[in-house]
């Protein structure tokens, strides 16, 4: 007898299934939708999100980088290659005796780790929050100086 109504509450559990499933259905159909029109449309970011990396200036325009190195000593996947040099009153870059003559970023070797703008004494280098770093070819993700520095604020836009 107890194998009998073990199997008619086997059969009814089967029969609420799906019942239960439209329900979930029905009440997901009612609530706000997320669908965002992405690439016309993009989600805020965190504010402690870790994207693309920038090297900034000051106001003035001078590169806020020094060519110390710091950010490629901290950085655990070996992926920034800075070569300093000396500014001189002809050629300045950088508020300081040294600026960064090349910087590069490997794109492939970098985590997001972010250790490179913690160890920046100057706020030079900072990760933002541009995700879209996808490429198809090794050498476009190795990111130089040129694609790094934000443009001088003191310079007009010819585009
Ligand atoms: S975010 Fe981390 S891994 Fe990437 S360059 Fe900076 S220190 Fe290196
Ligand atoms: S980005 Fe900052 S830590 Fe790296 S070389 Fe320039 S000033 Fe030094």
Redo the contacts with the bound molecule.
Sequence with gaps: MADFWDDVRQIAKEVVAPFKGLATVAAKLSEKKTTISYPEFRRPMGVRSRWRHVLNRYDNGMEKCIGCSLCAG????N??LVVADENSNVARFSPGERYARRYE?NMIR???????QEACPTGAIE?KDVFELASDTRKSLIYTKEMLLVPDPNRERVD
């Excluded at 901290?74 to 996947?77: D, E, G, H, T, V």
């Design positions: 901290a950085c655990p996947s992926a920034i970023i970098c985590i997001y780790c972010g250790f490179c990760l």
